[in-house]
């Protein structure tokens, strides 16, 4: 399974940024997709999971700001990131759970996309 994250870039604090992550390869299910970021020097965090059923969750930091959405006709998972701080400033990472004919459950990664926010 390969991921290709895209839509990171520089914006100004109070404006918008739309992240995708497109999964390809030869899969039955994609099960939870996500996003998980990681700033310099700090860990990576994970900032909102979408089920393939169920609810959505988010870092409470975001909560209110972000939404994510996927396309299961695309196996797309999107991020749509209002009113961005300059704490949002981050490498952002798609995840999914993806089952494979013969494998069991295995979370795939995308490449990271940065996302800067000035202030």
């Known amino acids: 399974v390969q991921l290709q994250a895209s839509g990171g870039g520089l914006v100004q604090a109070g404006g918008s940024l739309r992240l995708s992550c497109t999964a390809s390869?030869?899969?039955?299910?994609?099960?939870?997709m996500g996003w998980q970021r990681q700033a310099p020097g700090k860990q990576r965090e994970s900032v909102a999971v979408i089920p393939s059923g169920g609810r959505l969750s988010y870092a409470d930091s975001v909560q209110g700001r972000f939404t994510i959405s996927r396309d299961n006709a695309k196996n797309t998972v999107y991020l749509q990131m209002n009113s961005l701080k300059p704490e949002d400033t981050a490498v952002y990472y798609c995840?999914?759970?993806?089952?494979?004919?013969?494998?069991?459950?295995?979370?795939?990664w995308g490449q990271g996309t940065q996302v800067t926010v000035s202030s």
């Open positions: 995840n999914v759970d993806a089952w494979e004919p013969g494998r069991a459950m295995t979370t795939y």
């Open positions: 390869g030869s899969f039955l299910v994609l099960n939870n």
